[in-house]
């Protein structure tokens, strides 16, 4: 009985011995972790920015320019509301759910300026377009405490594909493009109210995202195309009687050998979780 208590005895100590080794090692283990830095993304954000509410019309002096605009070293707006800075910040088009406005973010700029905002901010030298955007971002969560979040939805749709007689375009440099002659800007005067898309260059899923504006229904890119194309295009009006003009099915296939086909698919669907009016500055 000694003896195998000796042996209890030995191999107790030892289990200890090798507890009390193990508990510093943990303890740099940890400390390690806790001073390693967490790797994250920064936010963008603008340099400086200013939102000023208009009050009876009476915003901020200049030019009333509706929606939101970059233009080089600035995101400036003279007249929006947060609807409109909701669709530029998250490049929303009108066919594209956006759940969960409040009544105040649809203020409307001309009678009341009710609800409507003055924006002018200042971006960092070499800003690109889609940079602006996330900053705008960051600006609605930090001064509206916008808090969104993305939902999937399975909706009708318009999927923009090939056609059968195949692409008709070739590539275009925005470099080297010959700037469109005045006559084939803007509508004839035989059909004053015509669709217009005059983008210039530009990627063909920049031309299936203008015409969501048109078509009522989110249009997808499927085409698979990459690189610039020339994207102007005309057609009819919905109410003008003997157009010059073709259809907008006519027009895609006439000169872009494009068609929309009609299906239901996923889209993704902005939702507003939260958001406030913001304190003026």
């Known amino acids: 009985m000694r003896e195998k208590f000796r042996i209890r005895k030995k191999l107790f100590l030892s289990t200890a011995a090798l507890v009390a080794i193990s508990i510093p090692i943990a303890s740099r283990q940890i400390n390690t972790l806790q001073s390693q830095p967490t790797q994250s993304t920064p936010k963008l954000s603008f340099e400086v920015a200013s939102i000023k509410e208009w009050v009876d019309g009476r915003g901020p002096s200049g030019m009333v320019t509706a929606g939101v605009q970059f233009l080089g070293d600035r995101v400036i707006s003279r007249c929006t509301n947060l609807n409109a800075m909701l669709f ?25 300026y009710q ?3 003055a924006i002018e901010a200042t971006v960092p030298a070499g800003t690109t377009d889609e940079q602006a ?24 749709i318009f999927a923009l594909v090939i056609g059968k007689g195949g692409f008709k375009l070739q590539p275009s440099d925005p ?17 004053p109210r015509c669709h217009y898309i005059g983008g210039g260059s530009g ?13 009522g229904r989110p249009v997808i890119d499927q085409t698979g195309l990459t690189g610039n194309y020339n994207l102007d295009l005309k057609w009819a009006g919905d109410t003008t009687n003997d157009s010059p003009l073709p259809s907008l099915p006519a027009a895609l296939r006439e000169k872009f050998g494009l068609e929309l086909k009609p299906q239901v698919g996923p889209v993704s ?9 913001p304190s003026p500055n």
Not at 136 to 156: G, I, S, Y
Not at 204 to 214: E, M, T, V
Request: charged fraction near 20%.
């Open 88 to 112: 530029y910040a998250y490049h929303l088009t009108s066919s594209v759910p956006l759940n969960g406005v409040p009544e105040w973010g649809k203020g409307a700029c001309g009678r009341t």
């Open 115 to 117: 609800d409507t905002f």
């Open 133 to 156: 955007r996330q900053m705008m971002q960051t600006l609605l969560a930090d001064r509206f405490k916008l808090a969104v979040h993305w939902e999937k939805k399975d909706m009708p």
């Open 175 to 191: 470099a080297k493009d010959v700037p469109a002659p005045p006559r084939s800007i803007g509508c004839p005067a035989e059909d």
């Open 203 to 215: 990627p063909i899923s920049g031309l299936a995202s203008s015409l969501s504006f048109n078509v």
């Open 269 to 277: 669907t902005l939702v507003i979780d939260h958001v406030e009016k």
